[in-house]
């Protein structure tokens, strides 16, 4: 029974035990890794992550998955740091129209938003696989991204724009309050409301779910929708830390957010796992990015390790599931 | 009546958001504001009055990639520019060399030096990019108002390569034949790769 007991409490902890060892050996290892600064910094990279893999979670609790998040995070920050820098003109009826920050965001917002639905959309309607429907919309996105800008950056996006990603309030970085924030909100929508408990009831039994009454389209589509609004927050804090919006933003951010996600304990297969699980997911790859970035190891290797971390991850998690 | 107060909130909130987040001008009010940008001017002058002038700093390639060898800092804090922060970074480089092969899209050149005599590719088809914009160090983004002017000024400067540099050059040139050139490379300081250089000409002769 003890055992048992001991048993469930190293599952239930896996993640934060991983973290902590990862942090202890990356201290011993680098005299700059323990530092305030670092931590910071580790914080700060890592918001973008939390921001599209809390969607993410929200996609995989119903059993979905969405590639699509890095190209849609390109497509909304250069469609934010376009409408801002230079915004629309018409010739033909001799008309201008310009936008103001919060116009900027909201639009990058917006359009993160629609095509989040639009893969819901698909993925509902017409019955395409989520892992074929966001692979396409991957490719449209960033094509999207590659019309929207000529293949260039957009640059010069002003100060104020640039407080999103790199300025500080109360002495943490802004896109840490912003991370921070969405998390609280996610938190509270999967364990609070009926929008959570539907998340989990399709991800745990589809056939069930819809047979008890639950629009599982209109939830999916819901949940598709709000992955693309986070990935186009996330898209945003990219362009404002970089102070340009760069078409190949975002390339390969899927695989670091399904990273995330799956260390943080939540079955790929659905009806299982957390929000905060995710956020120590995010973290662990974030400090392992940091720390072999200071132990000096090669970026080819750090591809290779991470791959490792996250097939340990699944292996893990698919042993856990078979003792369920 | 809860339905009707919904909707005319939400028509509330929408109304609000979007008066706070456009505004509506003439484009002539507009573009009178910021004079209208010529972009094949404005290359065409970068061209001769400081990209041209310029080429007398560049380094001979060489003697770069002994450089990078020995103190990769020093070649790129001395030779290197960039506009933005990273790892990329691009040079003004020249050297005469024979050409090896000439293909569809390039020319590969040994280039005749004291120490390394390394191949490089001359890049005649497909020019993109910003590696000659700016590799002189010679432009200011804050010149510009807006993005779409600064880009198309790059593209501007390709072009003038892809019409003007390479034509008279590709339509001559023959394996074997010794050259003189100069251009723009883009390296990476993170991750070096000194193997495949590829160079966006600037100014190509041939003097067999």
């Known amino acids: 029974m003890n055992l048992q007991k001991y048993r469930a409490d190293l599952i239930r902890f896996q993640s934060f035990i991983a973290l902590f060892l990862l942090c202890l050996a990356l201290s011993i290892m680098s005299d700059k890794f323990l530092t305030v600064s670092n931590a910071w910094n580790v914080m700060r990279q890592i918001s973008v992550n939390i921001c599209i893999s809390t969607g993410m979670t929200l996609i995989v609790l119903t059993a979905g998955i969405d590639l699509s998040v890095g190209s849609v995070l390109a497509l909304c920050g250069a469609i934010t740091a376009g409408l801002l820098r230079n915004g629309i003109e018409f010739p033909s009826g001799n008309l201008f129209i310009g936008f103001t920050?919060?116009?900027a965001v909201v639009a990058g917002i917006l359009t993160g938003s629609a095509l989040g639905a639009f893969n819901g959309w698909a993925i509902t309607k017409f019955k395409v696989p989520p892992f074929v429907a966001t692979l396409a919309m991957l490719t449209i996105a960033r094509g999207l991204t590659m019309l929207w800008t000529q293949g260039f950056p957009i640059s010069g996006l002003g100060d104020t724009f640039l407080y999103f990603g790199t300025g500080w309030l109360l002495g943490?970085?802004?896109?840490?309050?912003i991370s921070g924030t969405i998390v609280l909100i996610a938190v509270l929508i999967t364990n609070k409301t009926r929008l959570g408990r539907y998340i989990y009831a399709i991800g745990g039994n589809e056939s069930a779910s819809k047979l008890s009454g639950i629009n599982v389209s209109k939830v999916k589509i819901t949940v598709y929708t709000i992955a693309g609004a986070l990935a186009a927050v996330g898209g945003i804090l990219v362009t404002s830390r970089l102070d340009s919006a760069q078409p190949n933003a975002g390339t390969s951010y899927e695989l670091d957010s399904i990273a995330a996600v799956v260390i943080g304990g939540t079955s790929l297969s659905g009806g299982r796992g957390s929000i905060l699980g995710t956020v120590q997911g995010a973290i662990i790859i974030g400090v392992l990015n940091n720390g072999l970035v200071l132990l000096n190891v090669s970026p080819?290797?750090?591809?290779?390790?991470k791959g490792f971390v996250i097939l340990l991850a699944v292996i893990i998690d698919k042993s856990n599931s078979k003792n369920d | 009546m809860k339905k009707i107060i919904r909707y005319v909130a939400s028509l509330v909130l929408v109304a609000l958001v979007a008066y706070n987040s456009v505004y509506f001008k003439k484009?002539?009010?507009?573009?009178?504001?910021?004079?209208?940008f010529n972009a094949a001017k404005y290359a065409s002058?970068?061209?001769t009055k400081k990209l041209l002038p310029h080429t007398t700093r560049a380094i001979e390639i060489g003697q770069l990639l002994t450089l990078l060898q020995t103190d990769k800092n020093k070649a790129f804090s001395d030779y290197s520019h960039a506009l933005g922060i990273g790892n990329v970074r691009y040079f003004l480089v020249k050297g005469s060399g024979t050409v090896q092969a000439v293909e569809e899209n390039q020319v590969l050149v040994k280039v005749a030096s004291e120490r390394e005599k390394p191949e490089v590719i001359l890049v005649t088809e497909f020019v993109f990019g910003n590696a000659v914009r700016d590799a002189s160090g010679e432009i200011d983004i804050n010149e510009?108002?807006?993005?779409?002017?600064?880009n198309n000024v790059s593209a501007e400067i390709n072009k003038i390569i892809r019409e003007k540099i390479i034509p008279p050059f590709k339509s001559k040139v023959k394996r074997g034949d010794r050259i003189n050139f100069i251009g723009a490379i883009e390296l990476n300081k993170e991750h070096l790769n000194t193997r495949s250089i590829e160079i966006i000409p600037v100014d190509l002769k041939i003097t067999n």
């Open chain 1, 172 to 177: 943490i970085p802004v896109p840490v309050w």
């Open chain 2, 45 to 47: 002058e970068f061209w």
């Open chain 1, 101 to 103: 920050l919060f116009g």
């Open chain 1, 300 to 305: 080819f290797w750090q591809q290779v390790v």
């Open chain 2, 27 to 36: 484009l002539d009010e507009v573009k009178a504001g910021t004079a209208s």
């Open chain 2, 144 to 150: 510009f108002t807006n993005s779409m002017d600064f």
